[in-house]
């Protein structure tokens, strides 16, 4: 397959074209390291600024969608220990949650001492779901250029009962833990705004309601919430604008207790499922949904080429797709 000699995404990646010296039209595009430095110097500014403004205005100060991964876990020790904001941290089970990811959760929380919330939504709702994703195309292809169908609809659910907890909680600040791969710099710092969340929810809850019926409603905004933004938070992805390293982000969470679990495929450090997810994906689709995300990461210069290709290029654990299908199939 041919790849972009600057980056990794593939020539089977939406909208691609490559010059002459087979660089692709993203790279070609990027404006640079000190650009980026720049924008990352005020987006942090920004940051702080926000902080100074609603730190202890609210119950919280802020409320971390919570995966339990690495790099979720890595924000979380930042804004608790470099920003000590007051946090309520909520993770989102989606019934193939690592165990290992279950006890660095506990660790976490007890070590950082953050009050926690587990979602846990049916399991016979998300098992449907799951099923049709495996099966059939519900959500535009646009919306899965940088995840499979099965994690969109996860993300989609996260988002939202993450936004419905911080309204009733008068949260001001709704922070994820996306990598710099994952959060556009320039969309890194936004207030949800409910015209363009209302457009949003429709994308997700729609295909979702026409696989299990009005039960999904219980994770969306009703119509009534929408009426009034003065109360809608921020979303803030803060990995887009402060300091990536995975090295020293591993050195870091091992000291909160956080192991890194053994039975996730090569992109996740925290679910089972995404293994299924991606295979799905790269089947229907001819490339892997992670490869937006390590394109990025080695365009701007957060990973090696090398070790992007090998991740990008890893077979998914046959014994943990079998195990995922099987936990669907009952």
């Known amino acids: 397959m041919k790849r972009c000699k600057n980056c990794v995404l ?19 595009s990027f404006r640079g390291h000190k650009h980026l430095q720049e924008e990352k110097q005020r987006y942090r500014q920004k940051f702080e600024n926000l902080i100074k403004q609603f730190q202890n205005q609210g119950s919280y100060d802020c409320l971390m969608a919570y995966s339990g991964g690495k790099d979720s876990t890595f924000t979380l020790h930042v804004l608790k220990k470099e920003y000590e904001l007051n946090i309520l941290a909520l993770t989102f089970d989606n019934g193939f949650i690592s ?7 506990r660790k976490v929380m007890d070590n950082l001492g953050i009050d926690h919330i587990l979602m846990k939504p049916r399991f016979d709702l998300l098992k449907k779901i799951f099923n049709e994703s495996s099966k059939n195309e519900i959500y535009p292809k646009k919306t899965l250029e940088r995840a499979s169908t099965i994690c969109t609809s996860c993300i989609g659910l996260i ?18 833990g996306w990598s710099p791969g994952q959060a556009p710099i320039t969309a890194s710092i936004f207030k949800n705004n409910p015209t363009m969340l209302r457009q949003m929810q429709q994308v997700i809850q729609a295909p979702l309601y026409n696989i299990v019926g009005k039960d999904i409603n219980n994770y969306f905004l009703d119509d009534k919430t929408f009426g009034d933004s003065r109360g809608f938070p921020y979303n803030i992805s803060p990995l887009a604008f402060l300091k990536y390293d995975e090295e020293k982000i591993f050195d870091t969470i091992k000291k909160l207790g956080w192991e890194k679990p053994e039975d996730t495929d090569a992109n996740s450090t925290n679910c089972l499922i995404n293994s299924l997810g991606i295979k799905i994906h790269k089947d229907r689709y001819k490339f892997h949904p992670y490869a937006s995300e390590l394109a990025k990461l080695v365009r701007e210069g957060y990973l090696d080429r090398k070790e992007a290709i090998a991740r990008l290029e890893s077979e998914e654990d046959q014994e943990i797709l079998k195990l995922v299908q099987k936990r669907l199939s009952k």
């Open 10 to 28: 593939p020539e089977t990646f939406p909208g691609i074209s490559f010059n002459d010296q087979g660089v692709c039209n993203y790279c070609q």
């Open 99 to 105: 165990s290992t990811t279950f006890d660095n959760i």
């Open 159 to 176: 988002k939202f009962i993450s936004l419905r907890t911080a309204l009733e909680k008068n949260i001001p600040f709704i922070t994820y």
